[in-house]
Structure formats: structure tokens, C-alpha cells
């Protein structure tokens, strides 16, 4: 059984689409976040959300919308896809907003063309 | 062997060697500090973690050390195995409106040769 799963794992797309990754804990977790790789594997995270409530943005573009319908599941809508859009997403679970230790998704790495 | 951990550099170690991967950090404030293992195609997984009141905290094969005088973290593998090839990313816990951030350094990758 997978912690924390994420779909798709591989998304390609023309630029200037709208495209949608999902992610779903079943740690029973109550903080959830989106962080981007880049192609140096540099991680830096982009939102938080606990227990359905956004509490980190990062200076994130605001084409990226993410969407927490409860605290089991954290999705990013991104809209008008750019070239340097391209990286690999992780999502990633916590026990609470408080508790340090991740645990990460197997990641989706979306290819803008 | 070591490595500095902010320029993903390589380090290749034989098999059976102990591997030291080393890692700066920004912020004296940050009171928290982890290590992760990253293997191809994989999300980061967890090793191990250490608190600004330790200096040393040790796992199985894996130690690390902390020298908060000089904002320098270390993550010392013992009988490196084959299995022990991946990118490592030491983390660092700031605090920020109520939530949680780690933010990462760039990641070493460790190459474990037979």
C-alpha cells in the first residue's frame, strides 16, 4: 500500500495547456504540501496545506492553483503551461503542520513541450 | 570519501568504505535538520534527523554530526553498500507562519562502486 500516491507519474503536455496532478495520503496526515525539482534536483517547496487550510505559498505563479477537498487528498491545477514549467512535482505528507519529517509521493515529472 | 553537498557534486566510494557527505547550512535560527536519500525515479525518502540541541545522533550505519558554530551537517554512512547509491539531501527546518518549511540543499550523489 502506497503512503502517498501521486498521479499521473509521467505527464506530458503542450505549452499553454491546463493540466492537473492528484495526490492522496492514506498516513492519516493532516498537513499535505507541493514541492518542485527541478533538472539540478534542487527541492524547493511551493504550498502547505493543514487539514484543508493553505498555511505556506511560496512565491508560486499564480497559474498554479492547488486544491485540497479534505486533508487525505492535496491537487495542483496548473494553468497556461510554460516551458519552464518542466520538472518533476513531489507531494508530501505530515502528521501535523508541526512535525518535520516528510514523507514524499514518488513524484510526476511534467514535461512541457 | 567526502563531499561538500551544495553543487551536486559526485562522490564514489568503494564498496565496504565509509561515506561522508557534508552540507552547509543558511540559518543560524533553524532548530531541526534532516537528512534524505532520493533514489532514481523515487520520491526522497527519510534517514535520519537531528535537533539543534544535539551534536551527534546515530541510526543504523548512518550518523550524523552537527556543528552549529560553523552551520555544517554531516551524514557519515558505514560500510557503504551498493544499495546506498542515490542523491542525499540534507534539509533544514525554518518556521513560517505557522507552518512547517524545510528547505533543501542541492543534493550529493553518492556512486557506490564494486
Known amino acids: 500500500d502506497t503512503a502517498v500516491s501521486q498521479t499521473p507519474k509521467y505527464l506530458v503536455t503542450q505549452m499553454g495547456n491546463d493540466k492537473s496532478i492528484k495526490c492522496e495520503q492514506n498516513?492519516?496526515?493532516?498537513?499535505m504540501y507541493w514541492y518542485k525539482q527541478d533538472s539540478k534536483k534542487f527541492l524547493k517547496i511551493m504550498f502547505s496545506?493543514?487539514?484543508?487550510?493553505?498555511?505556506i505559498n511560496e512565491t508560486v505563479p499564480n497559474r498554479f492553483s492547488p486544491k485540497s477537498p479534505d486533508k487525505a487528498h492535496l491537487n495542483l491545477h496548473i494553468n497556461s503551461l510554460e516551458l519552464g514549467d518542466s520538472a518533476v512535482y513531489f507531494c508530501a505528507s505530515s502528521p501535523d503542520r508541526a512535525r518535520e519529517k516528510l514523507f514524499f509521493g514518488s513524484g510526476t515529472q511534467l514535461s512541457v513541450l | 570519501g567526502e563531499s561538500v553537498g551544495l553543487h551536486l557534486p559526485t562522490l564514489s566510494v568503494q564498496e565496504g568504505d565509509n561515506s561522508i557527505i557534508n552540507c552547509a547550512y543558511s540559518n543560524s535560527a533553524s532548530d531541526y535538520f534532516i537528512w534524505y536519500k532520493q533514489e532514481s525515479g523515487k520520491g526522497p525518502q527519510f534517514i535520519i534527523d537531528i535537533r539543534s540541541n544535539m551534536d551527534k545522533r546515530q541510526g543504523q550505519r548512518v550518523t550524523v554530526l552537527l556543528n552549529k558554530t560553523v552551520k555544517h551537517l554531516s551524514l557519515q554512512i558505514a560500510a557503504t553498500q551498493p544499495g546506498d547509491s542515490a542523491v542525499y539531501f540534507c534539509?533544514?527546518?525554518?518556521?513560517?507562519?505557522?507552518?512547517?518549511?524545510?528547505?533543501f540543499g542541492t543534493g550529493t550523489q553518492l556512486k557506490v562502486e564494486l
Open positions: 496545506y493543514n487539514n484543508k487550510e493553505l498555511i
Open positions: 498516513l492519516g496526515h493532516d498537513t
Open positions: 534539509a533544514e527546518r525554518g518556521i513560517t507562519g505557522g507552518g512547517n518549511k524545510l528547505t
